[in-house]
């Protein structure tokens, strides 16, 4: 879990590196994790271009896609993903799709998240990842691609990469053996950077009268939210390997390619 000192690509890690029992890891230069990519630049920025990224996986919705559209490496493959697809569809845009607007309209973030109710939102929004079709959908079509022979180097995102992108690390991490200690630490590792990405917006929403700890449930993650998902993957398949086998209809094949590509042995 590295992060990578990219300039035009925010929050960008590799999960390479991931210490996992029986003094295993994960294989570095194979599944990165970011931000939008709506200003990667390759040909400026030698960080990327020296990942020889050949898939991209897009968790946003439509909405997040036109106003900030990917810019892929050359030749890179673009899966598009859109996990909160059905939530969109019922009418609702969950602020994991809406955080830059959230933050400029603190009057509007206040009297949706404000209290408190920003961390019970995103707890929905979490078990909406286990529970929706296209959350399902999207996460099947990921890990299928994952296990795909001539996928990887492969790069998942989202806007700020830290929920829906936090998630499909969460799985990843899971099924390849890491404690829950390490995912918890993984998932975590994204705050500061996140942080930093969103420091001018945060920084505006206050002065504008918005509270603090508002902004923050809106920007970062904590426990709380990850634990919400797995309560549920808990509750509903009593295990992440029974999650991945029978909610998202992953194969134990494919499980195999992804263990044997991605795990380096002791």
């Known amino acids: 879990m590295n992060a990578i000192p990219s300039t035009t690509v925010a929050n960008l890690r590799d999960l390479g590196g991931t210490p996992l029992p029986g003094g295993r890891s994960v294989r570095s230069g194979l599944l990165f994790r970011s931000g939008h990519l709506d200003r990667m630049d390759a040909a400026s920025d030698p960080a990327v271009a020296a990942l020889g990224i050949r898939t991209v996986v897009d968790f946003r919705t439509r909405a997040e896609r036109e106003a900030r559209p990917d810019r892929l490496p050359e030749g890179g493959r673009l899966l598009l993903a859109d996990v909160l697809a059905d939530q969109v569809a019922a009418g609702r845009m969950p602020a994991a799709a809406r955080l830059r607007r959230l933050l400029t309209d603190p009057a509007v973030a206040e009297r949706e998240l404000g209290g408190g109710r920003g961390r019970e939102m995103f707890g929905d929004i979490y078990r909406g990842f286990v529970t929706t079709d296209s959350a399902r959908s999207s996460y099947r079509a990921f890990l299928n691609e994952v296990a795909e022979p001539d996928a990887c180097p492969l790069l998942f995102h989202c806007t700020a990469g830290k929920d829906r992108t936090g998630w499909a690390a969460t799985i990843v991490l899971t099924l390849l053996g890491a404690t829950p200690e390490t995912v918890e630490a993984e998932y975590m590792s994204v705050n500061m950077a996140v942080r930093a990405a969103f420091a001018p917006l945060v920084e ?18 904590v426990p ?27 194969t134990q094949a494919a499980l ?9 042995p002791a």
Do not use: H, N
């Open 256 to 264: 195999d390619r992804i263990r044997g590509r991605l795990v380096v």
């Open 204 to 221: 505006g929403y206050t002065l504008q009268g918005g509270q603090p700890e508002t902004a923050l449930s809106i920007i970062g993650v």
């Open 224 to 250: 709380d939210y990850l634990a919400a998902a797995l309560d549920e993957v808990d509750a509903r398949y009593g295990s992440m390997e029974k999650y991945v086998r029978e909610g998202l209809g992953v």
